[in-house]
Every structure is written in structure tokens, then in C-alpha cells.
């Protein structure tokens, strides 16, 4: 009976001990970045264009224009952080930057990626896990990657952003998209120095006479 009840307690202790240190652990981050691959694979696409949350609604209203606009993303990996630009009548200009959430993923990291990207209508994905994805495909022809930006603060083959910051991103580059934008120019470059400025030829866009 002892032995029994000694074991109980032996079992009780290792559960409260795990309970309190497994947050500490790399575990729940190796187990969500899982998760996150999984959702990719079996994410889908908005039906439809979401509301804008007013905080993002605020934003371009101030700079005059409206969602459906043609967008691009900078990607500045020195600075860790994801520029979102928008045109407005003659020029594009930065709507807001994003940063990374975390210190993790740096230039160091990234330097394999830099270059020119896109962003298709199929690339953007509302996974499983509850997070969304933006995949990235590289504007020429080179080595294919699963490069994303993840919502989340997902790590795994991609750029981890707040989920709400990611969200204004998939929102922008989505009304763009159905607004007729063909594909959503990225760039992905050390510094805001090294990055070629987002124009209307290379935007997907077509322009007007």
C-alpha cells in the first residue's frame, strides 16, 4: 500500500513539475512550429475581402487613399521589420513597418534570401492553426523556397510577425489582388538603403495612359 501511494506521489510531483517548467523548455515552440507547417499544408484561401479594422481603415484614410490600391512589401532584414507601402496618385509611400517578433531571425539568417519576390493570390493562406501565411516566390527565375511570413510569431522556413500585424498585410495585399494588381512585389534586403523603391513597373499593375 505504501509502495503505491509513494508512487502516486512521485507521479503527481513529476506532472506539477512539468506543468511549471515545460513553458521554459524549447518544446511548445518546436511543437507550435509544427503545427504551423501542418496548417500550411492544409490552409486555405479568404473567400472573401475582409473588413478592415479601423486602426488600419484610419491609417490610409489619412494618406487619401482606400483598400484595393496597388501595395508592396519591403522586407529589411538588418532592421528586422517588414515595410508595407501603397500608391497613391503618382507615387508609392510607406503605409506602416512591422517588426519581426522575434530576435531570432536576423540578417544572418536571411542573407541566403535576399533578393525579389512576389506575392500571388494563392500565396496567402488562412492556416489551421488559427495564424495566417503569406507565401513568397521569387520574381525570377531561381532556387525555389518556402520562404513565408508568418502569423503567430511562427519561426519555422519563415518571417515571424504578430498575427495582427500580418493580418493588415494579407488585408492590403488582398483587396490589391482582387482589385486587379497581378502579383504583390517583395523585397527582401539588409537595409531600407538597399532597397530598390516599389514603382508601377514592377508592381504588377497595369498603368494608364
Known amino acids: 500500500m505504501r509502495g503505491k501511494l509513494f508512487a502516486l506521489i512521485v507521479l503527481i510531483g513529476i506532472g506539477t513539475a512539468a506543468y511549471f517548467l515545460l513553458p521554459l523548455t524549447p518544446i511548445p515552440a518546436y511543437f507550435e512550429n509544427v503545427t504551423h507547417r501542418i496548417g500550411l499544408l492544409f490552409g486555405s484561401q479568404p473567400d472573401e475581402q475582409e473588413q478592415l479594422p479601423a486602426r488600419l481603415e484610419n491609417k490610409i484614410a489619412k494618406l487619401g487613399v482606400s483598400a484595393g490600391v496597388p501595395v508592396a512589401v519591403q522586407i529589411l532584414t538588418d532592421n528586422g521589420a517588414v515595410a508595407l507601402w501603397v500608391h497613391d496618385a503618382d507615387r508609392f509611400r510607406p503605409l506602416e ?3 519581426f517578433c522575434s530576435d531570432v531571425v536576423r540578417d544572418g539568417d536571411l542573407s541566403a534570401y535576399h533578393g ?3 506575392i500571388l493570390a494563392k500565396d496567402i493562406l488562412l492556416n489551421r492553426d488559427g495564424h495566417a501565411s503569406v507565401m513568397l516566390n521569387r520574381a525570377a527565375d531561381g532556387p525555389k523556397t518556402d520562404l513565408a511570413l508568418n502569423g503567430g510569431c511562427a519561426t519555422e522556413q519563415g518571417i515571424p ?6 493580418r493588415d498585410i494579407m488585408l492590403m495585399t488582398n483587396a490589391a489582388l ?8 517583395v523585397s527582401i534586403y539588409p537595409t531600407a538603403a538597399d532597397q530598390p523603391l516599389p ?5 504588377g499593375q497595369k498603368q494608364t495612359d
Open 97 to 99: 513597418i512591422y517588426p
Open 116 to 118: 525579389d519576390y512576389r
Open 161 to 166: 510577425l504578430e498575427s495582427d500585424d500580418l
Open 178 to 185: 482582387q482589385n486587379g494588381q497581378a502579383y504583390i512585389p
Open 199 to 203: 514603382d508601377l513597373k514592377t508592381s
